[in-house]
């Protein structure tokens, strides 16, 4: 049992895979006498099948011929050859021995790996000059894409076909219409619908449709139908209603066309006499069908109206829009005759500027001229496209059904020599500087369109001679007050002149100056103070406050500030301003003060004089040679870990210059930000052990920062002989200096002269206050004046032996 493979394959690819194609419209077409045939032949040596599991040679020729038969009484009209293939593409082909390049392509893909080509040329000359006889497609070469093709899928083909129309006196006026492009219809698309426009049939008698497709197989036959405006259509035995695409020709006859059908159909019952559209509809279950072109020939009488501008006269002067416009209307393409007052509309680009009508009957072929006479509105560009539109009532629309409804107008590019346009020329005024101003004429004329030129001139002689324009008019320095001055603005073809009048009047005005008043000591690490005064003295007129201010350095915009009041005629008003320089600013800069700058280099004040707003000064950034390594100080401990430092020790260290500040902080960043300074550097108790203190020289230019170490040690105690715990306030303690919170573990005893233990004492406890604590003679009071002996063990790998001696109580 045979069996096809390719239904299933498309079906999976077409999923992932849109198909492209192009559809299928009208070509071309013919009116007159007319019918067509056709003629062709395949390269493929037999049908694309698949017969109990053995598929086709997968062969496929590079040339093959057919028969060209025209028959007497027939005059060739056209020859259009079609060819196509499962390729990407082979666009040369050789007919005859002639080489043929094609004129129009076409492009079908499935798939990524799947595209169909076709591909279209024009071969009326050879073949008139050919005549009857067998032509020969040759060096059409798909071979080495076919195997792509064969396997899987089985969607090889390749072949070729030639549409003939021709003349023949004893036909009715028929229409001949050519519609292709490059549609499919298969299982993963099993419905095709074509509209086939402009057919405008007049009678349904001898009406016919054909048809070239690609790659239908005879053994295909799944729900594979072709209908006409709902009718199924068929010619059996050669191409029954069930089985359309059948490897058939219906020219010869023939049966083994493979992969490709020649075919065409009497369709008198399915299209009445009136309509201007057909319906196709092609459809299929499984054999896959590319459709390539469809050829109507239907029997219609009408005329073809066209138009030509032959001549247009006038409009050669300059401002002249009156025209002479002479037309010919033809009728050729016809099968009818165009009826007289058939309308014609004349437009300037969109807008209707005229009408007329055709005043007799038009024979088929014939023609008649006119003339017209048409004024171009003044809302008209000098460049604009000139239409003539015959069929057109005015407003677009036809009044005559025609063969061919797109071919009425006639478009002609036209040019007017127009007068430019001179807008908004204003009058120019400068306040009295100098007595004599420079003026910017062109601020006079900046609403003309700048696509024309504008010279300006001293005379009006000379404007409309076009003789010695004011060579450099944006900086025109007057020569009278007032003073007229002419300008001449032209475009290629026409030119007007015209004048202004330049003043220089008298108005008060205020004059901007800037100094910088203090001398700049630059330091990279600190924001530069600038003292500056903005004076107002050669002024007729009050400076107003909020003038802004603008600082550069180098021409790098820096800061900004504004004058606070206004500056009267004559006086001044000083300022401070405090900013920080960018980092990459050199070690030798120009500092610029100027004062009505807006930042950009504009200024808002109008002044008496724009050009002494700026004031300049070169700046040096200063430096001091840094601190040098200062030595850490070092202190007996007084308790847990803290001393009391003289920091001023390390003055001169530092500098002996006494005109330079030094003081000493915590941190580093309060050292350079200059904040909380140590209150008291000559009695400073350490806050760590160790601590960095910080220190911060500065002179009148710049400062540095140092730094040095706070350390203590544990040094032995002092131990005093004597004390008098009377309560007075003075001496009352054994006050052992550097042993509280020095040693942490210490331990003191105290004996009497007999060699009594009465007071034990730890960190804790703090200094003997002359109480027995202890032994026989514990009473809870003082002890008697007298010597007592004690013995102080620092526990301290640094002090390791005891301290042994007396200490002698009075009171």
């Not at 559209?277 to 069908?289: E, H, K, M």
């Not at 509105?377 to 000139?386: H, K, N, S, T």
């Not at 400068?430 to 001139?457: K, M, R, W």
Request: with cysteine; glycine share 8%.
């Amino acid at each position: 049992m045979g069996f096809r493979k390719c239904t299933l394959i498309l079906l999976l690819l077409s999923i992932a895979f849109p198909a492209l194609s192009q559809e299928v419209t009208l070509f071309q077409q013919y009116n007159g006498r007319y019918d067509y045939l056709a003629f062709g032949n395949t390269l493929n040596l037999t049908e694309n099948t698949v017969i109990d599991g053995d598929p086709a040679p997968c062969e496929i020729l590079t040339e093959s011929s057919a028969e060209y038969v025209l028959g007497a009484g027939r005059t060739l009209i056209a020859a259009q050859l079609y060819w196509a293939g499962s390729s990407e593409g082979d666009f040369e082909v050789v007919l005859n021995g002639t080489p043929i390049v094609a004129e129009r392509t076409f492009e079908l893909i499935t798939n990524p790996t799947r595209v169909y080509f076709g591909a279209y040329a024009d071969v009326t000359d050879l073949v008139q000059s050919t005549g009857d006889g067998t032509y020969t497609l040759s060096e059409f070469d798909i071979t080495a894409d076919i195997i792509n093709y064969c396997a899987g899928s089985t969607t090889n083909f390749g072949g070729w076909a030639i549409n003939i129309i021709y003349e023949d006196p004893t036909l009715p006026l028929n229409q001949v219409n050519i519609f292709d492009g490059f549609e499919f219809v298969s299982a993963v698309n099993s419905e095709l619908v074509i509209t086939l426009d402009n057919l405008n049939v007049l009678d349904n008698m001898g009406a016919k449709i054909g048809f070239l497709t690609w790659e239908g197989d005879a053994s295909l036959a799944v729900n594979e139908t072709l209908e006409i405006n709902g009718n199924v259509i068929s010619n059996p035995p050669l191409n029954p209603a069930d089985n359309q695409f059948n490897s058939t020709n219906s020219f010869t006859g023939a049966n083994d066309l493979y992969n490709m059908d020649i075919d065409f159909y009497d369709i008198e019952n399915n299209i009445q006499p009136g309509d201007q559209n057909a319906t196709i509809r092609l459809t299929s279950g499984q054999d896959f069908v590319i459709v390539n072109n469809v050829i109507t020939v239907l029997n219609t009488e009408l005329p073809d109206a066209t138009i030509e501008i032959d001549m247009v006269t006038g409009a050669t002067e300059c401002g002249d829009r009156d025209i002479d416009v002479d037309y010919t209307v033809y009728n050729v393409n016809s099968t009818d005759e165009l009826p007289a007052n058939t309308p014609i509309a004349f437009y300037a680009n969109t807008q209707l500027i005229g009408q007329a009508a055709t005043t007799m009957e038009l024979p088929i072929g014939g023609s008649e001229s006119g003339s017209i006479s048409l004024t171009i509105p003044d809302g008209i560009p000098a460049d604009f496209v000139l239409k003539a539109f015959v069929d057109d009532d005015g407003t677009g629309m036809g009044v005559v059904n025609e063969t061919n409804e797109a071919n009425n107008g006639f478009l002609l590019d036209f040019h007017l020599l127009v007068f430019p346009e001179i807008i908004g020329l204003t009058d120019l005024e400068l306040c009295d500087v100098f007595g004599t101003e420079l003026f910017d004429l062109s601020e006079a004329t900046a609403q003309i369109d700048p696509v024309n030129t504008i010279t300006y001139h001293l005379s009006e002689t000379d404007a409309l001679d076009n003789e010695d324009p004011i060579p450099n008019p944006e900086a025109y320095q007057n020569t009278s007050n007032p003073q007229t001055i002419w300008i001449r603005v032209s475009n290629p073809d026409c030119f007007v002149v015209d004048s202004f009048a330049i003043e220089v009047v008298d108005c008060p005005l205020p004059d901007a100056t800037i100094t910088i008043d203090n001398d700049l000591n630059a330091c990279r690490q600190r924001n530069l103070v600038v003292e500056y005064t903005v004076y107002n003295l050669e002024a007729t007129a009050e400076l107003p406050a909020n003038t802004p201010i603008a600082f550069y350095v180098d021409g790098l915009l820096v800061a900004q500030t504004q004058t606070n009041t206004i500056i009267p005629i004559g006086g001044n008003e000083a300022g401070v301003i405090e900013f920080t320089l960018p980092e990459n600013t050199p070690d030798m800069f120009l500092l610029t003060a100027v004062v009505d700058d807006d930042g950009t280099g504009n200024g808002v004040v109008f002044e008496l004089n724009d050009f002494n707003n700026t004031f300049d000064l070169n700046v040096v950034f200063g430096s001091i040679p840094p601190i040098g390594s200062l030595p850490a100080l070092l202190l007996c401990d007084e308790g847990n870990d803290t001393a009391t430092f003289d920091l001023t020790v390390q003055n001169d260290l530092i500098s002996t210059d006494p005109n330079d500040e030094i003081t000493y902080y915590t941190t580093f960043d309060n050292a350079v930000a200059q904040e909380a300074p140590i209150s008291d550097p000559g009695a400073y108790v350490n806050g760590s052990d160790p601590q960095t203190i910080y220190v911060r020289l500065e002179n009148e230019i710049c400062f540095t920062v140092g730094e040095f170490l706070l350390t203590t040690e544990n040094c032995a105690p002092f131990i005093p002989q004597g004390f008098s715990p009377n309560g007075d306030g003075i001496n009352d303690l054994f006050e052992i200096t550097g042993l509280l919170n020095v040693f942490s573990d210490f331990e003191l005893q105290i004996y009497s002269r007999e060699g009594n233990l009465i007071h034990t004492s730890k960190n804790d406890d703090g200094f003997w206050d002359g109480i027995a604590t202890e032994g026989l003679l514990f009473t809870g009071n003082l002890v008697p004046v007298g010597t007592y002996y004690y013995v102080l063990q620092l526990n301290d790998p640094e002090f390791p032996n005891p301290y042994l001696g007396f200490v002698y109580i009075n009171y």
